[in-house]
């Protein structure tokens, strides 16, 4: 069974791009959650989806954005990148909300 | 507001040596508790999970965890380490799948193997 894959491995933008980050779900799993992990701010909650609505957000700005779609695979859109932004972007995905997350390797931002 | 502590940021041990890592939580209701490992320029991956029942779980790769409610405290042991074992490890709170506000991470143990 595949686990849970993201897409880039690696994403390479300047400040004041836009970034897009993608991630499929382990199959049949429909609860999906993003989260960051910058350096010395350790792993932060960013967003939940489940059944194609957001969930809940953490405390990030409203230019962390994403959607689910209907076959529960999920996007990631950073607007107006900062050079904070720069992170490793991890994507989780649960059978139900009442399973564990299942983690992706994450695709790493980086902001020049 | 749930958090996690985890007091040693980087802990070395032989190989062949016991292992102990220290976790402690705070959070309003029961707690779930996990345990992920993180190799680098790698993902999470689960080594176990404590949602109710026996306090005492075995996880993946000769792990296991005590919860003990009385002092807060989720800590991994493991009765002899392999080198492969070195990496960062994250122990976390939450409802199970995370629930409203996603899993709760503590800042991660570095763990370094001596030959």
């Known amino acids: 069974e595949a686990g849970v894959t993201q897409s880039p491995t690696h994403l390479i933008k300047t400040r004041g791009q836009q970034a897009t980050l993608r991630c499929s779900p382990i199959?049949?799993?429909?609860?999906v959650y993003w989260y960051q992990q910058a350096l010395g701010l350790g792993l932060q909650f960013l967003l939940w989806?489940?059944?194609?609505?957001?969930?809940n957000r953490g405390n990030f700005p409203p230019r962390f954005s994403g959607r689910q779609f209907p076959n529960y695979s999920s996007e990631l859109n950073v607007n107006a990148l900062e050079l904070e932004d720069s992170a490793l972007y991890l994507c989780?995905?649960?059978?139900?909300?009442?399973?564990?997350?299942?983690f992706g390797d994450g695709t790493r931002l980086s902001i020049l | 507001a749930q958090s996690v502590t985890q007091p040693d940021i980087h802990i070395t041990v032989s190989e062949g040596a016991s292992l102990e890592l220290r976790c402690n939580y705070s959070?309003?209701?029961?707690?779930?508790l996990f345990w992920y490992v993180q190799s680098p320029g790698q993902g999470l991956q689960l080594l176990l999970k404590?949602?109710?029942?026996?306090?005492l779980v075995q996880g993946i790769k000769g792990f296991e965890a005590e919860f003990k409610r009385s002092q807060s405290s989720f800590n991994l042991r493991k009765p002899s380490v392999h080198w492969s074992d070195a990496a960062e490890y994250f122990c976390?709170?939450?409802?199970?799948?995370?629930?409203?506000?996603?899993?709760?991470f503590g800042k991660g143990t570095h763990l370094i193997i001596q030959p």
């Open positions: 199959s049949g799993h429909t609860s």
């Open positions: 976390a709170v939450g409802a199970i799948g995370g629930g409203a506000d996603g899993l709760t």
């Open positions: 989806y489940d059944e194609g609505e957001e969930r």
């Open positions: 959070y309003g209701a029961t707690p779930y």
């Open positions: 989780a995905s649960s059978l139900t909300i009442n399973q564990p997350q299942h």
């Open positions: 404590y949602f109710s029942g026996d306090t």
